[in-house]
Each structure stands twice: as C-alpha cells, then as structure tokens.
C-alpha cells in the first residue's frame, strides 16, 4: 500500500529518535519556577498577582491581553509570588516574567486530580471553546498558538467538515507526541471528540508518521471505540506535520497562500493539544505542564519529562542523573530542524518548548559556504513551491518589493532548503530576514 | 525614375509635417513648466543622493528648497553632508536665509570592545548584523551592544565608518557628513547623530564628550556581560556642573545642548563608560578614557 504523503518537496533528515523507548516521567518541582508572560503567540498576558500574593496550582495569575490573539496563564505551582521581573528566554533576551516560590504542592480545589478516564461529554460546544480559552490552552506542536481562536467561526466562514490532528513528530529527536500516543490513548480520543463537538465536525482524522507503527496500531485500536475518528499512516517525510503539507496529504486540499486551514474546511489540531483540551473540559484543569523531551547523541541517559510551565531547563539535566557532556557545542529549544539555539540552560520551559536537544560539534558546527552553483536542489524540496536561492539573493541585496512579489510571506521556515543544499549556504537565514522585513513593511502599509 | 523620387519626398514631407504638428500640440498641451531654479539648485547640492536630508537624492531637496522659497522660507531645509558652506551658497541663490545647522556627526555608543566584552558565544551564521539580533543577544552576551559585523560600514556612502580589528567595533572617520544612513541600519540604535563640537565663533572645535553604552540593564547585570557597560551609579550626573547629564533606566545621557565639555563625568565614571574627542583637564586620579575618536 501506497502511504499518504504531501506531494511537493520534502527531505528525509536522519531520525535520531533516541528517546523513543523512554515512557514519560514525571519532573519533580524546583525551589522556584518563573513563569514568563509572553510563552503564545500573540499579545503577552496581563499579570493579574503582585508581590508576596500566595497562589494554588492553577490559580490564574495573568489574564489574556485585550487583543485577539493571547492566552490566559496559570500558576504551574504553589506558593508565594516573589517578584514580577526581567528573564532571559530561548533567545538570550530579557522578558517579563512572574516569579513565584515553591511551598508544598497545593491544588486549585476545581482541578479533578483521579487519573480515571471520564468519557462522558456534558458541556455544549460553546461551552468547549469558553473553557478551552479559559483554561490558557495553546497549540501544544510549537508554534503556541491560542487554541480558542481556532474554534470561533466567525460571519461567513463555512464551518469546518474535517478536524485534522497531527501526530506526525517529524522534527527529528523529539518523541514527546509519540509517549502521549502511547501512554495516553483514550485521553487523546477523549479530547478528539471533544474538539469535535465544538467545531461540530462529524469526523476526525489522525495523521502519524510510518516510523511510529506502534503508535499507529495502538491508536487505530482505541479510535474504534470512538465514532467519526480515523487514523491515518503517513509516510516519513519532513515537514509532514507542517498545517499546510499535512491537510495536503490527509484530506488533499491546498490551503491558498495567505489564508487559514479554516478557509478549506479543517481545524488542525497537535494530539499534546487534544490531551490538554482532554485534561482542561473533564478534569478542568489548566495548562501547566507538557511533555518536554530531553534528547541528545552523547547522553548516556535521554527522556521524555512531564515538565511543569516555568521549571528551569536544569531540572531536565539533573532528572537524567548527567552532566553536560563535554563535547556540547549547541543547545536546541525544539527540533533541529525549526528550533532555535538556546544561550543558557537557565531558561525555563513555557507552553512552547516541544523539547531540548544537545548537539555535539560535529552535528552543530556549520560547514564553511561556498558559491550558488545553480543545481535547484533547494526549489525542488522547498514544500512550499518557492525558490529559496532567489529569495535568499533578494533578501540578502534588501530587494524587499521583489521578495514580496516572489511570495517570501509563504515561507513556513522549515529549513529544508539549507539542509540540502550543497554549499551550504544560509539559505533560511536570509529568507527569514526578508520574510521579516516584508511583513513589516506590509503591517506598516495597513491604514490604522 | 524621378517621379519615383518625387512621390516618395512628397509623402514622407507630408508624413513629416503631419507629425511635426501633432508633436507640437501634443509639446505645447502637455507643457510641464518646471522652474529653471530647480536645476541650478541640484547643482550646488553634493550630488551624492545620500539621502540624508530625508528627500530622495538631491533633486529631491532641491524641489523642496525651490518650492520653500517660493513660500518665502527656506530655514527648515538643511543639506547635512553639504554642511553651512553648501547651504550658504544656496541661501545666496535663492535670496533667502538659511536655518541655522549644528554640524553634526555620528557617534559610536558602545565599549564592548573584544577586551571589555570577551566573547561567550559563537555565532556561525550569515554575517550581517540584523539577522544576529533577531536570533539571539549577541556574542558577548550584551542585548545592547555592538554585534560587529557592519551594516554600518556597507550603507555608508562616504566610507567614512570601519571595523577596528581589534576592538570589533566600528570607527566613525572625521569625513562623516552625519546623513544618518548608519543610524538607520544599526538593528540595535547604537549610532546617534551629536554636534561635532561646542560651537565658537561660528566654528566647532571638535570637542564632544558622550555616554559610550546604551545598556538599560541593571548594572550588575550589564557589568557581568561588559566591563565598559554603563552601570546607572549616577556619580556623573552629580559630578557635572550644568546638570547636563540625565538618568533613566539604569542609564546615563549626555545632553549635547547643556554640556560644556568640561570633563568632570569622564574623571568620576567607574566604568570608563563615558568617552570625549579631547583630553579633559588633568586632575588624574584614575586614568581617563580618552582616546580621540580618530
């Protein structure tokens, strides 16, 4: 049989899913967790707590902003509020940040802590999205994007017919999607069924990569038992779990440039976020803790980590029982492919972080540039129908009228195009600096 | 034989005087009278369309200079590379009074030099500043300081800033005409635009004195990352007897306008983070940070 798959572009990086056999642990608590206010896309939130204010587990401690797109954030811990203060996230700069003491581990009495599965749905769809959106749920993939946004189906927009959830993990490294699936199945279905009772879709599809069988057989297993949910094996090509490549391949529509999966009929959906969506309508409670993975080829020990929102990157270190290896050369926040190098270990884990991956000099040092030599190799796996060569040439002589012309905003920054090419060139670099530039420009031409 | 040649003269007269005419209805309908002043004035301007001015090239100013006139005042206008000598030969032109024009010129603000600011991380990307600083602080460490790889120096049309090897950071040359191209392309605003010098009797004597860092951070923060970072103390904010000098966000500014030149912050600065064009008066109790900004 034929797998499903997108049908432009595409590469096939080495997996190097080292810590797939590691069921989740549970990380245990730190003195003192900082809980930054910008870990979603969008406007960050409105701190609602101050100084020497004591807060539960969950206890709301700032509030979404007054724009469309933000989230609500909860405390991760208990105790006592130390400060709200400058602290350095994935990229070395400094944000706001609540800062908050660990004493004990008391829980919001709302939250239902019985690990037993509920099954039984009693809120109406309105009442789905009202408590996704108060319960701060974002997209849990790595984008953090306000999950509540996408159930609002607003004026002439047809509703969706399909919700995609995307269970492919094609970055290489990270497994914490694959343990979920693994570990939990019905929670996940739950969820899905959730999530399509308040996009009011009658069928779900699952998209899993072909490299993760037992994930796939232990998921088409359980979906029978729940109406309207398929799952479907996709063939191992990355960026598979890209919106637009993997609606491509699941129910083969093309989103247009420029507009939103909502506009073809679908939801897309991550399975860390149909979980959290599960944990949020039954058990009420909020997101303050994912799966964070802990990967790297020179660990003796990796492992996929229940984290709380707000522990120290260390935490996940020191749950390993390592040093860092001598040979460390870099830092990654995310995949390799799309996450970004980190300064410090110091950073905590926000809604964001899929993972963290230590490289080694070989795997991370560049390798020095040479000249375009024309092979196309880069339009060719470009998922996207770009010519990243062009783009990058634009981009880097500041022709930003050209690069608009020449479609950059299309880019998803997946990288394919600098891992293929032959010299080396800093392909993606440049296109996210045009990319940048232009959707500045564009922002500034919109009448306020 | 000759009728052949006499049809074809007669035709092509005809097609010639045919579109003689349309072209001359077509001239004198469409006539843009363009005043003869505007090219005269492009002709005392620089003609090196820096920019600077803020109009697109020196054509551009010069429209501008010509239609102010017309509205009888031109003191707004300024040529800024071209500088008092330039302006004053066209305020002779025009007839008109030409504003008043500090000579400007760019100044550095940072000292994180590779001694002051040792390096912590390697970056192995595109060389080119703006994309460092949107990935991540910078090879130091300082979210403020200069990163070093020269925006500055390739939009400079006067090849009047460069990269000092040895400190990493960038050299603003005397023949800066202070067009501003710099201070844009700066991702983190490093460069400002400050008067040359205090001004006597209608010339500047080229002596400045600035804050060399724009760090907000708090100083102990700032200090673990740069040894040249300016800590906030405060120390020449007391010390200065114009009260030139301002303090906000753990940071300290020099107000051109107030300052005398005296030099007393640069003897009271911990951190050496203030820097002058001259050597200030010796009351030397540490030494002063003094090299002339070449």
């Known amino acids: 049989m034929k797998l499903k798959t997108f049908k432009i572009g595409g590469v096939h990086p080495p997996e190097n899913k080292i810590s797939a056999n590691m069921a989740i642990q549970v990380l245990g608590l730190p003195k003192q967790v900082s809980i930054p206010l910008s870990q979603h896309l969008g406007a960050p939130s409105v701190p609602l707590v101050k100084q020497g204010d004591i807060v539960k587990t969950g206890t709301l401690i700032a509030r979404k902003a007054d724009a469309f797109i933000s989230a ?24 706001k940040a609540i800062i908050i003491q660990v004493e004990e581990d008391v829980w919001e009495e709302s939250i239902d802590r019985s690990p037993e599965l509920k099954k039984d ?81 009658p069928k779900a599809v699952i998209g899993i990569e072909a490299n993760k069988p037992d994930a796939i057989v232990k998921m088409q297993e359980k979906a029978k038992d729940y109406p309207g949910i398929e799952v479907i094996g ?4 990355y960026p598979q779990g890209a919106e637009k490549q993997l609606i491509k391949a699941l129910v083969n529509r093309e989103v247009p440039s420029g507009r939103l999966p909502l506009d073809v009929g679908v939801i897309v959906n991550n399975v860390g976020t149909a979980f959290a969506v599960y944990e949020a309508v039954q058990k009420n409670k909020p997101l303050i803790d994912r799966v964070v993975t802990f990967t790297g080829k020179k660990l003796k020990k990796t492992g996929n980590f229940l984290a709380r929102i707000g522990v120290p990157s260390t935490m996940l270190l020191e749950a390993t029982g390592e040093t860092m290896p001598e040979t460390t050369a870099k830092i990654i926040s995310g995949g390799p492919m799309m996450g970004k190098a980190v300064s410090t270990l110091e950073i905590p884990i926000t809604k964001g972080t899929s993972g963290l991956v230590i490289l080694d000099e070989a795997e991370a040092k560049r390798i020095p540039t040479s000249n375009c030599i024309r092979c196309a190799k880069c339009a060719s796996v470009c998922p996207m129908g770009l010519e990243p060569y062009l783009l990058q040439k634009l981009a880097y002589r500041e022709y930003f009228d050209r690069c608009e012309t020449e479609a950059i905003t299309d880019c998803i920054e997946c990288g394919s195009c600098s891992y293929t090419c032959p010299s080396s060139l800093p392909l993606l670099d440049y296109i996210r600096f045009g990319k940048s530039n232009v959707l500045r420009i564009q922002r500034e031409r919109r009448p306020k | 034989m000759s009728a052949v ?8 007269g005809v097609v010639a005087a045919g579109s003689a005419i349309i072209l001359f209805v077509i001239a004198s309908k469409f006539r843009v009278d363009e005043d003869p002043r505007i090219d005269e004035v492009a002709a005392l301007l620089p003609g090196a369309n820096c920019g600077g001015c803020g109009y697109p090239g020196c054509r551009g100013l010069a429209e501008a200079l010509v239609k102010a006139a017309d509205n009888g005042d031109i003191s707004a206008l300024m040529c800024p590379p071209g500088g008092m000598t330039t ?13 008043d024009m500090l000579p400007m010129i760019a100044v550095v603000r940072c000292g994180g030099s590779k001694e ?61 005409v202070a067009c501003g191209a710099c201070v844009k392309a700066c991702p983190r605003r490093i460069i400002e635009l400050r008067p040359v010098g205090q001004v006597e009797n209608g010339n500047t004597n080229g002596k400045r004195v600035w804050v060399n860092c724009i760090n907000k951070e708090k100083g102990a923060v700032a200090m673990k990352n740069c040894k040249a970072a300016c800590i906030g103390c405060g120390k020449c904010a007391k010390a200065c007897p114009s009260s030139a000098i301002t303090l906000k966000d753990n940071l300290a500014y020099i107000d051109p306008m107030k300052c005398t030149v005296c030099g007393e912050c640069i003897q009271v600065c911990p951190t050496g983070a203030i820097k002058a064009t001259f050597k200030p008066e010796p009351k030397p109790k540490q030494e002063p940070a003094s090299e002339p900004a070449a």
């Open chain 1, 121 to 201: 749905i009693d809120c109406s769809p309105e009442e789905i999205v009202k408590k996704i959106e108060d319960m701060g749920i974002v997209g849990l993939g790595g984008a953090a994007f306000p999950t509540h946004i996408k159930y609002m189906v607003s004026g002439d927009r047809k509703a969706p017919d399909t919700l995609i959830i995307n269970g492919v993990e094609c970055e290489p490294y990270l497994t914490s999607d694959y343990r979920l699936m693994l570990e939990k199945t019905d929670e996940i279905m739950v969820g899905i069924t959730i999530m399509m009772k308040a996009a009011k879709t």
């Open chain 2, 116 to 176: 002051k600011a040792p390096t912590k991380f390697e970056y192995d990307g595109p060389s080119k500043c703006a994309i460092s600083h949107s990935l991540f602080l910078g090879e130091s460490g300082c979210p403020y300081g200069c990163i070093g790889m020269g925006d500055c120096v390739s939009v400079c049309k006067f090849n009047a800033i460069y990269i000092d090897q040895e400190t990493g950071l960038p050299v603003v040359k005397d023949n800066c």
């Open chain 2, 87 to 99: 302006m004053a030969g066209i305020s002779e032109f025009l007839g008109l009074k030409a504003g």
């Open chain 1, 234 to 237: 996709l063939k191992v090509q």
């Open chain 2, 5 to 12: 040649i006499l049809y074809s003269v007669i035709t092509l």
């Open chain 1, 72 to 95: 609500n954030i909860h405390s991760s811990v208990s105790g006592k509020v130390l400060r709200i203060d400058d602290v350095m996230d994935a990229t070395g700069y400094r944000n």
